[in-house]
């Protein structure tokens, strides 16, 4: 039982205002909050336990144009694409076939520059999900036209759609992702307290942002520290000597107390991460020599130095931009499509080789398409 009533007897709007909010919002949210519990309390001993699961995001920013990534071949399905699609159709006999392990009766293929996801399509390694986006209801097109069930805020913007995607929430704005959500929840059933279990390749990500987690931010080659920090040279050791003993102090400011401890924090946690990537053995699988392939590489180290690092769930996020094609459609995806595909590929095959393939999940997801 609450009282809602000021020290002088009088109802307090503002508590009673807040109550209020706070019984809506867990209403909203049980079942969010529920299953993110409940796999919380299942991954309590995830520490000591043998299982590793991981997720990897490539975001497409800018908003990919799927349609021409699986394609309808079969004569009539084909028509009504190549008649849609006009100039922007690729012609029918550079698709690359697959077979769908359940057929519907329809023939699909894939965009030509996409060999090794065909690769991995065959294989059973792939799958591909249409017609997905950022509904808040199911919706027609008349009802959308009408506007007569609720719509995703900002629809056709690019920034509120990534922001959709990235908090699965489509009916409000909101810097907490789906995944942040996630690690303020299970960051714990990790052994290493310094290093987050969202690790970003790109920088700030609205993904991987809690309300109590961060993301640890890292590059192609690493985890990036203090210039000279724990260096041999001279200069090296005497930065390395200032800086712990600033560290070291004992503040009475809170400000000054938090920053300290933050920024310990970041240091030991480059070191530690610096010493278990090193650690690693290189790879037979050789990724190619692009941005977004030296990512997935340092993804892949990452994950083999999971048990060094004390982690047994991680999630990984990596943007891949330019997708925004108002012209040059067909130009900028055979060119930009094949890089995705090898990179996906590369990815796959260092998984197999440290022998985590079936305990880790790669998926895309774009602003639209």
Excluded at 35 to 59: E, K, Q, S, W
Excluded at 152 to 173: A, E, I, K, N, V
């Amino acid at each position: 039982m609450t009282d809602d009533r000021r020290r002088d007897g009088a109802p307090d709007p503002a508590r009673r205002r807040f109550l209020g909010q706070a019984s809506c919002a867990a209403v909203g949210t049980t079942a969010l909050f529920n299953t993110v519990l409940n796999i919380g309390m299942l991954n309590t001993l995830a520490c000591d336990a043998p299982n590793y699961r991981g997720l990897v995001c490539l975001f497409l920013g800018g908003g990919i144009d799927s349609f021409n990534m699986l394609v309808p071949r079969g004569p009539v399905e084909y028509a009504e694409y190549a008649a849609t699609r006009a100039d922007l159709a690729l012609p029918q006999d550079t698709l690359l076939p697959i077979v769908p392990a359940t057929s519907d009766g329809r023939e699909y293929g894939l965009h030509p520059g996409l060999a090794e996801l065909q690769t991995l399509f065959e294989g059973d390694r792939l799958a591909l999900l249409a017609n997905v986006g950022t509904l808040v209801e199911p919706t027609t097109l008349d009802q959308y036209r009408s506007r007569s069930v609720r719509l995703p805020l900002g629809l056709f913007s690019h920034s509120d759609q990534q922001m959709h995607w990235q908090t699965s929430l489509p009916d409000r704005r909101t810097q907490v992702g789906w995944a942040g959500r996630m690690a303020d929840i299970l960051q714990e059933g990790n052994c290493n307290p310094n290093i987050s279990m969202n690790i970003s390749l790109s920088g700030n990500n609205v993904l991987q942002t809690g309300n109590v987690t961060a993301h640890y931010t890292i590059g192609p080659n690493g985890s990036i520290g203090l210039r000279d920090y724990g260096g041999e040279s001279e200069s090296a050791i005497l930065r390395t000597d200032a800086v712990d003993g600033l560290l070291g102090l004992l503040y009475q400011n809170v400000f000054e107390k938090t920053f300290a401890a933050r920024m310990r924090g970041a240091i030991d946690a480059h070191v530690q991460f610096s010493e278990a990537i090193a650690a690693v053995p290189p790879f037979v699988t050789q990724f190619s020599d692009n941005g977004l392939s030296q990512r997935m590489r340092m993804i892949a180290q990452t994950i083999a130095a999971r048990e060094m690092l004390g982690m047994k769930r991680q999630t990984f996020f990596v943007q891949a931009g330019g997708w925004d094609h108002h012209d040059e459609v067909l130009v900028n995806q055979a060119a930009m499509l094949p890089v995705v595909s090898a990179a996906l590929s590369e990815l796959q095959s260092a998984l197999d080789e440290i022998g985590v393939a079936d305990q880790v999940t790669t998926f895309t997801a774009s602003d639209f398409g």
